[in-house]
């Protein structure tokens, strides 16, 4: 038993330094002095993190991807809530088929999806005699799209260990439907929401796919202002703004399990 335990923990560590080797050499990449990416470096630098407020572009990606993120993990919420509790309490006979629809944006290649919102969006426009394709809100639709798969999921999990005795004891009581979900439903799923609405943002921030189809002439997300600048040059900036969206995405993540413990639903 204990090689077995030998083999299986330096498996796991082989798999899990695998997994981090990027995320270590990208950091130590903008730490870089020299502007040409080389190895051994020839010194290290904190000027690379300097330079991202000197590019307006990376600036105005930031702003664009976090009000996305935001409104998308919002509608997301509003969205995807309700329909976890429709797939878990409901009891009707297309509900199995649908849960596996939720779950298709998880599923389908993010380049056949964002085609397919474009060619929707497109449609839309032609049909309503609207402005549609390339505005702000159809760039919030596409993003919700993506986020409302882990809202469910996560949603899901927490209302499959809510025992459901304890909800039907408080409507005996003359609680109606409304309270038992506010008093005693919406308390236990809580970790459940934040973890979804957490990692909806994350997806969102982090999309570049459905972006790159429906985004509008003078907007532009982080991915692709990171994606732009790559096609000219090549420098430790890049990596100093990758930096800072794992620190921002790491805080977020231990500020959000200190309250909820995201352990119970991940």
Known sequence: MSLRRIALNGAAGVALGYILMPLVFVTWLAFFRQEIP??????????WFASILDQPKFVEGFRMSFQVGVLATALGLALGVPAALALVRGRFRLRLPLSHLM????????????TAMYVFEVEAENGLDVDVLGTFYALVAGHTVIVIPWVVRLVTASLAGVDRSIEEAAQNLGANAFVTFRRITLPAIRPGIVAGGLFAFVTS????????FLVGPGRTTLPI???QYLEWKIDPTIAAVSVVQIL????????????VKLARVV
Not at 108 to 114: A, Q, T
């Open 103 to 114: 779950m298709m944006p998880l599923i389908v290649p993010g380049v056949v999806l964002g």
């Open 205 to 212: 921030f982090g999309n570049l796919e459905m972006s790159l």
């Open 248 to 259: 921002l995405i790491g805080i977020a993540m231990l500020i959000t399990d200190r309250y």
């Open 225 to 227: 202002v990171v994606l």
């Open 38 to 47: 080389s190895f051994p470096p020839e010194g290290y630098s904190l000027r």
